[in-house]
Antibody
Framework: QVTLKESGPGILQPSQTLSLTCTFS??????????VGWIRQPSGKGLEWLAN???????YYNPSLKNRLTISKDTSNNQAFLKITNVDTADTATYYC??????????WGQGVMVTVSS | DIHMTQNPVSLSAFIGDKVTITCRAS??????LGWYQQKQGQSPKFLMY???NLLSGVPSRFSDSGSGTEYSLTITGIQPEDAATYFC?????????FGSGTKLEIK
């Protein structure tokens, strides 16, 4: 059974760095073809893909967030991470991690709400 | 970036109706398209990908079609539990992009 769960700070101030953790089970990020992606969704709005990391440590980022994103993984502990630097109110959203296969997202976490507010 | 235009923004249907949601890509995505269902207050659920590869457990009333830049998701015989927002996603190239969503209301 594949499960994923996101964790994060809940609330942070503008200009801070957002650190998110995805803890998963039921698959391994050392298995060929496996990946984890991060997607966010502002309240009442659509889905925005942020980044993917793959079993071979290949990484892809959404260029709309320029150089603010860093994705990483800890294969032995079944975790993936996302950092977003210099946050502002536009980064307020629910953040999801999801298992990625061939760039699709077949299992999603429950999401973690992040609010950026001064 | 590949832009995904999804229509309609919302629609209403009766139980048993057939509805179709369309997604148009700004360039040929060679059927590298997935569909997701998101119910109110829940995370998205993956329905199908790459031309009718229905995920295990997804009812057969869901089907898709399309090629090139034009794709559609059809639900034949709407059920109350189909009330949700549906998103398409192109998996052809980075950055991965989603349609803006179609909200399906059951009358």
């Amino acid at each position: 059974q594949v499960t994923l769960k996101e964790s994060g700070p809940g609330i942070l101030q503008p200009s801070q760095t957002l650190s998110l953790t995805c803890t998963f089970s039921g698959f391994s990020l050392s298995t060929y073809g496996m990946g984890v992606g991060w997607i966010r969704q502002p309240s009442g709005k659509g889905l925005e893909w942020l980044a993917n990391i793959w079993w071979d440590d290949d990484k892809y980022y959404n260029p709309s967030l320029k150089n603010r994103l860093t994705i990483s993984k800890d294969t032995s502990n079944n975790q993936a991470f996302l950092k977003i630097t210099n946050v502002d109110t536009a980064d307020t959203a629910t953040y999801y991690c999801a298992r990625s296969r061939e760039n699709y997202f077949d299992y999603w976490g429950q999401g973690v709400m992040v609010t950026v507010s001064s | 970036d590949i832009h995904m235009t999804q229509n309609p923004v919302s629609l209403s249907a009766f139980i048993g109706d057939k509805v179709t949601i369309t997604c148009r890509a700004s360039q040929d995505i060679s059927r590298y398209l997935g569909w997701y269902q998101q119910k109110q207050g829940q995370s998205p659920k993956f329905l199908m990908y790459y031309a009718s590869n229905l995920l295990s457990g997804v009812p057969s009333r869901f089907s898709d079609s399309g090629s090139g830049t034009e794709y559609s998701l059809t639900i034949t015989g709407i059920q109350p539990e189909d009330a949700a927002t549906y998103f398409c996603q192109q998996c052809y190239s980075y950055p991965l992009t989603f349609g803006s969503g179609t909200k399906l209301e059951i009358k």
